[in-house]
């Protein structure tokens, strides 16, 4: 398991923490995803063999909020 | 072309709006997609023959909304 920390803007509520939460959950591979709405980032711990930070980074952009 | 009036539950600022617009435009076959914040529901637009409500729903909750 390995461990990515993205960044996140465009939160503002915690119904966009839970929209960027699910999505990152749906990424195959993800074990857990953090959100963290004052910090505005995600920390995801995920199977390298099955994704990686480019998909967790896009699986954000799909929810509508930008990564970095 | 058909149109879909959805409720949604859970969106409590412009950038729930967003990421529920930007989930339901990723839908093959989705036109347009006008979402509501005030109303709690999306108007979309749609190809019958490439998606289906459910679809759209299920684009919703993927999200992290609810729909019905």
Chains 1, 2 share one sequence.
Do not use: R, W
Not at 6 to 26: F, Y
């Amino acid at each position: 398991m390995s461990t990515a920390t993205i960044k996140v803007k465009g939160m503002t509520c915690q119904a966009c923490v839970n929209s960027v939460t699910k999505s990152l959950q749906g990424v195959e591979g993800v074990q857990k995803a953090d959100v963290d709405l004052a910090k505005h980032q995600a920390t995801v711990t995920y199977d390298e063999g099955k994704t990686s930070p480019s998909d967790l980074k896009k699986a954000v952009e799909d929810a509508g909020f930008e990564a970095e």
